[in-house]
């Protein structure tokens, strides 16, 4: 299986570089995966609706140069479904074994994801209704791949 996460901005606190770099190794043996850092456009801080669609456009426009015609995509998005770890572990495994072996997890910036990717997206997948921030995210969400892909393989993980 090969998992991407795409995701708006670069990662500048070592603390999150460290941690993602660390649940990679960990992957490495299981799957193939990738993090694809795609540039956030400057917006200014009191936007219009009509920045804010342009600004999201720019950002989706990158993302999806990045998603492969035949991906499976899970926007991250606060009305997406909730997942506990174990459901994300067999949507994955459902997705590798009817034949869907590569899947892109999108993260988007500060002012969300356009309606393009969201319309690419075949899964929305919430964290929950407390907004995290976009860096963070993506740790919580490669520990999260992490743990599913050891649920998967019966393989013990600390709780």
Same mark, same amino acid.
């Given at each position: 299986?090969?998992?991407?996460?795409? !995701?708006?901005?670069? &990662?500048?606190?070592? %603390? &999150?570089?460290?941690?993602?770099?660390?649940?990679?190794?960990?992957?490495?043996? %299981?799957?193939?995966?990738?993090?694809?850092?795609?540039?956030?456009?400057?917006?200014?801080?009191?936007?219009?609706?009509?920045?804010?669609?342009?600004?999201?456009?720019?950002?989706?426009? =990158?993302?999806?140069?990045?998603?492969?015609?035949?991906?499976?995509?899970?926007? &991250?998005?606060?009305?997406?479904?909730?997942?506990?770890?174990?459901?994300?572990?067999?949507?994955?495994?459902?997705?590798?074994?009817? !034949?869907?072996?590569?899947?892109?997890?999108?993260?988007?910036?500060?002012?969300?994801?356009?309606?393009?990717?969201?319309? =690419?997206?075949?899964?929305?997948?919430?964290?929950?209704?407390?907004?995290?921030?976009?860096?963070?995210? =993506?740790?919580?969400?490669?520990?999260?791949? %992490?743990?599913?892909?050891?649920?998967?393989?019966?393989?013990? %993980?600390?709780?």
């Amino acid at each position: 299986m090969f998992i991407q996460i795409v !995701g708006v901005g670069k &990662l500048k606190e070592k %603390y &999150l570089v460290q941690g993602i770099a660390e649940y990679s190794k960990r992957l490495a043996p %299981y799957v193939k995966f990738q993090v694809i850092e795609v540039p956030d456009e400057k917006a200014p801080e009191n936007m219009s609706d009509a920045e804010l669609l342009q600004v999201q456009e720019r950002e989706g426009e =990158r993302i999806l140069s990045h998603i492969k015609p035949d991906a499976h995509v899970v926007a &991250l998005a606060i009305d997406g479904k909730l997942w506990s770890s174990e459901e994300l572990a067999e949507h994955l495994d459902k997705l590798g074994t009817y !034949g869907t072996s590569h899947v892109v997890f999108v993260i988007g910036g500060s002012v969300g994801l356009s309606p393009a990717v969201m319309s =690419r997206a075949q899964s929305k997948l919430s964290f929950g209704r407390m907004t995290l921030p976009h860096q963070l995210m =993506r740790l919580v969400l490669v520990e999260q791949i %992490y743990r599913a892909v050891k649920i998967n393989r019966g393989e013990p %993980y600390h709780k």
